[in-house]
C-alpha cells in the first residue's frame, strides 16, 4: 500500500463517506483510531466504529447539511447518491454523503461515492467555489451510473461544483467493475479537457500541497513500469 499508518502523522480528524467495505475497514480503523482525534460520519455509522471500541465521545454524527468546526476547520457534511449497507439485511439502514472541509477561503470538497445528479450543482451554489474537487472515479457501468458516475459525468460534477481543480479518485485499487485499469483516468481527463477544467493526477500515495495542483497532471498510468 502506498501508506503504512506507523507512516502517518497524529490526525485531528477522519471522514468517512458511508459503510461499504471498501470505504470502512475493520482492521484499519483498528490501527487509526490510536492516531486520530475525532472520527465524522453519517448517520448510523458510528454503530460501527463504537462496536469496534471507539469512544462515542470520539465520534461525530452528521446528517446532510449539518456543520461542525474542529479550531479553525469547519466539516459540512453534504449529499450523495448511493447506498449502504454491509450485508444482506441492513441495505439502506445507514446514510452516504459527501463532505465539504474548509478553512478561510480554502474549500475542499470529497464526494465519496455518488451518482451524477443535481446536488452537485446545489452544493457548488452554496458553498463553492472550491479550489480541489476529489471525485469518484471508477467502478462505473452504464446498468448502475445511478451510484457510480461516469468519467464524463465526474467531469461534469466538478464543473458544477465550481471546482478550481478535479482529482479523480476511487480507481486504480478495487475491481469491482470490467473497465480497464487505465479507462477511468483516460476518459475523465479527456472529459474535462472538453470543459476547460484542469485535472490532477498525482501518483496514488503521492504527498502535494494545493499549490501543486496545476503541476500534478501527467498521465503516469500511461507509462510502462
Known amino acids: 500500500t502506498p501508506w503504512n499508518i506507523k507512516?502517518?502523522?497524529?490526525?485531528?480528524?477522519?471522514?468517512?463517506?458511508?459503510?461499504?467495505?471498501?470505504?470502512?475497514?475493520?482492521?484499519?480503523?483498528?490501527?487509526?483510531?490510536?492516531v486520530t482525534d475525532k472520527f465524522y460520519v453519517p448517520l448510523?455509522?458510528?454503530?460501527?466504529?463504537?462496536?469496534?471500541?471507539?469512544?462515542?465521545?470520539?465520534?461525530?454524527v452528521a446528517d446532510w447539511w449539518d456543520e461542525f468546526s474542529m479550531n479553525d476547520i469547519q466539516f459540512?457534511?453534504?449529499?450523495?447518491?448511493?447506498?449502504?449497507?454491509?450485508?444482506?439485511?441492513?441495505r439502506n439502514e445507514t446514510l452516504w454523503a459527501s463532505w465539504i472541509v474548509s478553512k478561510?477561503?480554502?474549500?475542499?470538497?470529497?464526494?465519496?461515492?455518488?451518482?451524477?445528479?443535481?446536488?452537485?450543482k446545489e452544493i457548488g451554489e452554496k458553498f463553492g467555489p472550491f479550489q480541489l474537487a476529489?471525485?469518484?472515479?471508477?467502478?462505473?457501468?452504464?446498468?448502475?451510473n445511478n451510484i457510480h458516475m461516469m468519467p464524463e459525468e465526474t467531469a461534469?460534477?466538478?464543473?458544477?461544483?465550481?471546482?478550481?481543480?478535479?482529482?479523480?479518485?476511487?480507481?486504480g485499487a478495487f475491481t469491482l467493475a470490467l473497465h480497464s485499469w487505465t479507462d477511468p483516468a483516460d476518459r475523465v481527463v479527456e472529459a474535462a479537457n472538453k470543459l476547460g477544467m484542469h485535472v490532477a493526477t498525482p501518483v496514488i500515495g503521492l504527498s502535494f500541497t494545493l499549490e501543486e495542483m496545476s503541476t500534478l497532471n501527467k498521465p503516469w498510468w500511461r507509462f510502462e513500469p
Open 134 to 144: 476529489m471525485m469518484e472515479c471508477g467502478q462505473y457501468d452504464m446498468r448502475w
Open 156 to 171: 461534469r460534477a466538478a464543473k458544477d461544483l465550481n471546482a478550481r481543480h478535479l482529482m479523480p479518485i476511487h480507481w
Open 76 to 90: 459540512v457534511c453534504a449529499p450523495a447518491r448511493h447506498f449502504s449497507g454491509r450485508g444482506i439485511l441492513d
Open 7 to 34: 507512516d502517518l502523522p497524529h490526525l485531528d480528524a477522519v471522514i468517512l463517506s458511508h459503510d461499504h467495505y471498501d470505504h470502512l475497514d475493520y482492521g484499519t480503523i483498528l490501527k487509526l483510531k490510536e
Open 44 to 60: 448510523g455509522v458510528d454503530a460501527h466504529l463504537k462496536s469496534w471500541g471507539i469512544d462515542s465521545m470520539d465520534i461525530v
Open 104 to 120: 478561510g477561503n480554502t474549500r475542499l470538497y470529497f464526494s465519496g461515492d455518488s451518482g451524477y445528479g443535481p446536488h452537485f
